[in-house]
Structure formats: structure tokens, C-alpha cells
């Protein structure tokens, strides 16, 4: 097939959730088929294009910015999207250049399908004449607004999220009728899109991790250290981290004097950065490989209160061998066994009480750890998954080839 891929951002460094899942489908497709992938390409990330075309990519990369989260900039959006009808990370991801970029591809080369990742992308695609078309959907992007309205402190802050999941719902829906097809990370997605949206045509393929970049590394364990793993300009992840340090860690340190909590991700806001003056708190900002950071934790903790789709840092460390600790949330969507590939937990005493378990038992640690590498690595691999991708596209542009007039079927 030949592919037109539409994404916010080059894939590298591998830095965010969404980056890696689609790296990890992308690897495989651009081997078994043509893709042109169109972004936005902001300032300094020219030197990523090699690796993005040692992918197999044809790249057509469109200079441009968004606003860094938090700034005065950013802010300012913000507060002027309350006017507009779409929510703020639609508008704030919407680039004409891009969609340009789109219409004169479209206008001059032929292809099988347009792949546009996420629902924030999908305005550079509206009102354009396209062949197949398939939403690469990661979230169902209104319920974490939702569930931000519903947990975020502050009236302020509760309205406008309340306003933003509003905007979210409705936009969201309507991205059902402009694609052809949806493909979601989970059946739980699936469900969810079927039931609040009344959408047909959604499939659901697995959450995969790179076996072959992540594997177990012994003897790197540092007793009693705690990690979190995930890109800290994301606010479910910024919300669970506060819990955390507010409500749980303080009951580790009390039983566990000598632990230590990193805080693994990129761009942490001043908020994260200010829990170092806590007592055994450290956090990292961006690194260059997680990889060690999780070899030498002897618990993974995923403490989210608010989140959708998959979350890849589950997989990730189960790849690496190490136990984890989860609320519901926090493995939402995914396959796995509370007690078999990780402990459950969704109150402050019951998450401490379990990592306390785990530093103090090595057998349990490592069973727990085992468990969920083997299964991972029976089950969701990453070239697994984007056959899954692949077979789901091909049936998809077989459908609507079928569906045409005889006359547009052949020219």
C-alpha cells in the first residue's frame, strides 16, 4: 500500500507515549510498504530526520511550533480558546502549513489510504478529497477531560476542563463520520467509542513494547528505589505524580527511611521539579535511555488517577523485569492479572503497603517481575502488532474500493 501518515511530530527521541507507540508499529510497516510521513518539524529536531528516515520514511516535514505547555504563550491560548467552538489542544495542534502540505500531496500523487494519528490531527484533513482514510486513535481524548473536570482542584480549573471535555465530546464524535475507519488501543476504547459516539467502524489492536530494546538487565537493582516513568508535560501523569508524593510516599519514608522516589520524564513543570525538597524524592527531566533508570528500580509505580487508552510504561517495565505497582487507571485497557504481573491499588495505604511488600520480599519481586516479562514478550511484541495494524488497514482500504461506482473504481 502506499501510505500517507499524518503525525504532529517526528518520532525522536522516543520521549512520549504516543512518539513510541507509533515508532513501535512504524518500524515494521514502512518495511512492508510505502509511507510518507507529514509533521510539523520544530526547532532543533532537524538532527532526528536520519533516524526517521533510516525508518524507511519518505519525510515531508513542515517547519513549525507549538506553544511549551505552561507558558505565557500557552496561557494566553488557553484563555482565547473559550470562544472557540473546538477544544484547545485541537486548535493549538492545527497548522495550515500542514494541511497545505496534505492537499498538494493529495493533489499529486495517488494513494491507498491517509493514516491521521489522533483526533487533534484531524482538521488538516477536513474538507480535503481523500482515498480511505483511518483515525489512529490513542485516548478517548474527552474522558480525560472528563475526569480532570471531575478531580482537578480549584472551581477555575474544574470549569474549564468541564468546558474543554464539552468541546472534546462534540468534536470528537464528529471525527467518526469524517473517517472511514477508527482504530483504537484498546477493546475498552472500542467499547466506549461504540457506546458514547455510536461509532461502526472501530477496531481495537493491542498496546505493543520493543522486546528487542527493552530487556531484563540483573544485578542493576538498587534496594528500596522507587520509579516513576512518564513525560511530565502530560497532566494525567502530573496529577498522579502529586498524589503520590502527597499521599503515598510519605508512608513509605516512614517505615522505609532510606527509600528514594525518581520521577522519571521529560519536561518537568516547576510544580514536579519543587518535590526534590521532599525527603528522598528525585526528579530526573528528560534522560537519554529510561533503560537504566528502570533496570536499577526495585518497584515501578503508576500511580494515575486519570488517564485513557494504554499506558506503554506498564509494558515497558514488565519488559524489563520489574514489579509494578498500579491503580486501576493505571492499567486500564490492558490484559493484566492484578497479583500475577502486578499489585493493584487505589488508596494511599494499600499503594504503600505494597511497595513496602515488595522491597521487603526479593521472591515476590521477582515473581511478580517474570511473570509479566514472559508474558509480554509471549503476547505483544511490537512486529505482532502492527501486523495487527497492517491487517486492519488492508481490509479497511479493500471495503471502500469495493464500495465505489463502477466508473471511480476504475479511473
Not at 144 to 160: C, K, M, N, P, W
Not at 234 to 258: K, M, S, T
Not at 278 to 307: C, F, K, M, N, W
Not at 371 to 395: K, L, N, P, W
Amino acid at each position: 500500500m502506499k501510505i500517507l501518515f499524518l503525525h504532529k511530530q517526528i518520532l525522536f527521541p522516543r520521549d512520549t507515549g504516543g512518539k513510541i507507540r507509533v515508532l513501535n508499529l512504524l518500524r515494521h510497516l514502512a518495511r512492508w510498504h510505502d509511507i510518507t510521513y507529514v509533521c510539523n518539524l520544530r526547532a532543533g529536531e532537524d538532527r532526528f530526520l536520519p533516524d526517521m528516515e533510516a525508518l524507511g520514511l519518505r519525510m515531508e516535514a513542515v517547519p513549525g511550533e507549538t506553544s511549551p505547555r505552561g507558558g505565557v504563550r500557552f496561557i494566553a491560548e488557553a484563555v482565547a480558546n473559550l470562544a472557540s467552538p473546538r477544544p484547545y489542544a485541537v486548535d493549538r495542534n492545527f497548522d495550515p502549513r500542514v494541511r497545505d502540505k496534505v492537499a498538494e500531496l493529495l493533489a499529486r500523487e495517488s494513494f491507498d489510504l491517509v493514516i491521521c494519528d489522533t483526533v487533534q490531527m484531524a482538521r488538516h484533513t477536513m474538507g480535503l478529497p481523500l482515498p480511505p482514510t483511518v483515525l489512529f486513535q490513542h485516548n478517548v481524548e474527552a474522558q480525560i477531560l472528563e475526569r480532570h473536570a471531575q478531580v482537578s482542584d480549584g472551581l477555575l480549573r474544574r470549569t474549564y476542563m468541564f468546558d474543554q471535555y464539552r468541546k472534546m465530546r462534540s468534536f470528537e464524535r464528529r471525527c467518526g463520520n469524517h473517517f472511514d475507519h477508527v482504530i483504537a488501543v484498546s477493546r475498552q476504547d472500542k467499547e466506549i467509542f461504540h457506546r458514547r459516539y455510536g461509532w461502526k467502524n472501530v477496531d481495537a489492536i493491542d498496546t505493543a513494547v520493543d522486546t528487542d530494546f527493552f530487556q531484563p538487565q540483573t544485578g542493576q537493582e538498587r534496594p528500596h528505589r522507587v520509579m516513576f516513568l512518564g513525560s511530565m508535560d502530560w497532566l494525567p501523569n502530573q496529577d498522579g505524580v502529586r498524589f503520590f508524593a502527597d499521599e503515598v510516599w510519605p508512608r513509605v519514608i516512614q517505615q522505609q527511611p532510606d527509600a528514594v522516589f525518581q520521577i522519571v520524564g521529560r519536561n518537568p513543570p516547576p510544580a514536579v521539579q519543587a518535590l526534590t525538597e521532599r525527603q528522598g524524592i528525585e526528579v530526573t527531566g528528560s534522560v537519554p535511555d529510561v533503560r537504566p533508570y528502570l533496570a536499577q528500580a526495585s518497584v515501578v509505580v503508576v500511580p494515575l488517577l486519570v488517564g485513557g487508552g494504554t499506558r506503554l510504561k506498564i509494558y515497558e517495565a514488565m519488559a524489563m523485569a520489574r514489579a509494578t505497582v498500579s491503580t486501576t487507571i493505571g492499567a486500564e485497557g490492558l490484559p493484566v492479572v492484578p497479583g500475577d504481573h502486578y499489585l493493584q491499588a487505589d488508596t494511599a495505604d494499600a499503594f504503600a503497603a505494597d511497595i513496602l511488600r515488595l522491597m521487603q520480599d526479593s521472591a515476590l519481586r521477582e515473581r511478580i517481575g517474570n511473570s509479566a516479562d514472559a508474558f509480554v514478550r509471549q503476547h505483544y511484541g511490537s512486529e505482532t502488532i502492527a501486523r495487527q495494524f497492517e491487517a486492519i488497514c488492508e481490509q479497511v482500504v479493500r471495503r471502500e474500493q469495493a464500495a465505489l461506482p463502477a466508473s471511480a473504481s476504475a479511473a
